[in-house]
């Protein structure tokens, strides 16, 4: 499995939750790297993007709540999460993508609830 992400878990309506995902057979050096979500019923939908060239964006709806950075010398990226709702409930999966490759991870399980 070429990406593995960890940290989910269930929170309460404000709380805070930091996932990781990192790489194993290749480095995330040259990729571009982004979290999804996919709750029951909905589609899949980016959450955060970070670019080769540092570049990120996030969407209105969590905007200003969650920060995605890579490390390097973990070769892993992660999702800060903050402020979050139950509309954040959701599989979130890591993905790695260059002009000829595309990674995703199994997916980890946040829920927030209280």
């Known amino acids: 499995v070429p990406l593995v992400e960890s940290g989910g878990g269930l929170v309460q309506p404000g709380g805070s939750l930091k996932l990781s995902c990192s790489a194993s057979g290749f480095t995330f050096t040259w990729y571009n790297l982004r979290w999804y979500r996919q709750a029951p019923g909905k589609e899949r939908e980016m959450v955060a993007s970070?670019?080769?060239?540092?570049?990120?964006y996030y969407p209105d709806s969590v905007k200003g709540r969650f920060t995605i950075s890579r490390d390097g010398t973990k070769n892993t990226v992660y999702l800060q999460m903050n402020s979050l709702k139950p509309e954040d409930t959701a599989v979130y999966y890591c993905?790695?993508?260059?002009?000829?490759?595309?990674?995703w991870g199994q997916g980890t399980q946040v829920t927030v609830s209280s």
């Open positions: 993905n790695a993508y260059s002009a000829s490759r595309d990674f």
């Open positions: 970070n670019s080769v060239g540092g570049t990120t």
